[in-house]
């Protein structure tokens, strides 16, 4: 549709031509997962398409708006792979005009999760780490599993990503924490 095309243009201008490849696969698995799942195609396409919109920005940039907004200073002893999801959302609201709370919460959880994510949100944080540009041990498993059963591809992947995070002695945002014993069945 136009404002598709709108969307992309706009993205287009703010990332590396190798991240916006990334990005339109992202909302090719978005696309697949939400046809599967009952999710609304255009709701999923959009969340996709903003996902990571904010990913080149400044560590600047990101600081100032934590200061304009108000959001919660702890933001600030993190860094670009929280803040482009959590306080890029703030920059898809301002500069694209995207006021879905849907839409933004999504972008702001597909990182780290959360404990309780919508359907939409499973399906971008999904999206994002098996769209067909990934290539990781057990990528098919999951691919696969994705469509089989959603909750337990989410589970995986916050599994896989703290263990990776444990393995290479990354520190660990509160909030991935709280995303796996959300999503924890044992
Ligand atoms: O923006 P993308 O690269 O497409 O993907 P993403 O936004 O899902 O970012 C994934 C990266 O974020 C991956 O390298 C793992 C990292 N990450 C996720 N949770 C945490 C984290 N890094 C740290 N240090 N701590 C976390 O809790
Ligand atoms: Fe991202
Ligand atoms: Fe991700
Ligand atoms: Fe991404």
Same mark, same amino acid.
């Given at each position: 549709s136009g404002s598709r095309e709108a969307l992309i243009e706009a993205v287009k201008t703010q990332v590396s031509n190798k991240r916006f490849e990334h990005i339109l696969r992202v909302e090719q698995m978005a696309l697949n997962l939400a046809e599967k799942w009952d999710v609304d195609l255009e709701t999923a396409s959009i969340a996709a398409l903003v996902? +990571?919109?904010?990913?080149?920005?400044?560590d600047a940039d990101f600081l100032a708006v934590i200061a304009e907004k108000k959001l +919660?200073?702890? $933001?600030?002893?993190?860094g670009n792979y929280l803040w482009h999801g959590v306080v890029g959302a703030e920059l898809v609201h301002d500069e $694209?005009?995207?006021?879905n709370q849907d839409i933004l919460d999504a972008m702001r959880q597909h *990182? *780290?999760?959360?404990?309780y994510m919508t359907q939409l949100s499973q399906v971008v944080y999904m999206a994002d780490y098996i769209e067909m540009g990934r290539d990781f041990p057990g990528v098919a498993e999951v691919r696969q599993l994705a469509f089989e059963d959603l909750g337990a591809s989410v589970g995986w992947q916050t599994t896989h990503t703290l263990q990776y995070l444990l393995a290479k002695q990354g520190r660990i945002y509160p909030g991935t924490i709280t995303t796996y014993n959300g999503w924890s069945t044992k």
């Open positions: 996902h +990571d919109y904010a990913k080149e920005r400044s +919660d200073p702890d $933001l600030k002893q993190w $694209l005009g995207i006021h *990182t *780290t999760g959360a404990a």
